[in-house]
């Protein structure tokens, strides 16, 4: 798994699990960490397989696990690392064209508000549960 990096920010092993046939949304992983001295923020990003790129978060509200956007986009704090995993921060890619099959490596974008655009690339990992799904949640 590749590492990519802009500016002061460096992408860790993003990686996303294979999807059933007919399913229209996939979750997107990493690590980022600043190495700068300002924050910086992921606003956003793109993948050919998906119409829709959206950050979202996993959280407990009342008892029940709910997902939503980040709004303004997901801060990266100086000297911080930020973790998207499954049941916390990630990224969405909705719309999918076409179902993600194991082993496959899917190119995509991610949108920094100051370090700007970088290509990366996605492993695609066995399908598999997530810490949300056990509770009946779905996307």
């Known amino acids: 798994a590749a590492d990519f990096t802009v500016g002061n920010l460096q992408i860790a092993t993003p990686w996303t699990r294979a999807t059933p046939k007919g399913s229209t949304v996939a979750g997107g992983y990493m690590a980022i960490t600043n190495k700068g001295a300002t924050p910086d923020r992921l ?4 993948t050919a397989v998906a119409s829709r790129f959206e950050v979202h978060r996993m959280a407990m509200e009342n008892g029940v696990m709910i997902m ?6 997901l801060e990266i704090k100086p000297g911080q690392s930020v973790e998207l995993k499954p049941g916390s921060f990630h990224v969405m890619l909705m719309g999918l064209k ?8 899917v190119k995509g974008t991610l949108e920094f508000e100051k370090a ?14 997530t810490p949300a799904a056990k509770g009946g949640h779905h996307h």
């Open 68 to 73: 939503r956007p980040v709004e303004g986009g």
């Open 98 to 105: 076409q179902p993600l099959e194991k082993g496959q490596h």
């Open 116 to 129: 700007g655009k970088v290509d990366i690339e996605y492993n695609v990992e066995a399908i598999g549960p």
């Open 43 to 46: 606003v956003g990003g793109s």
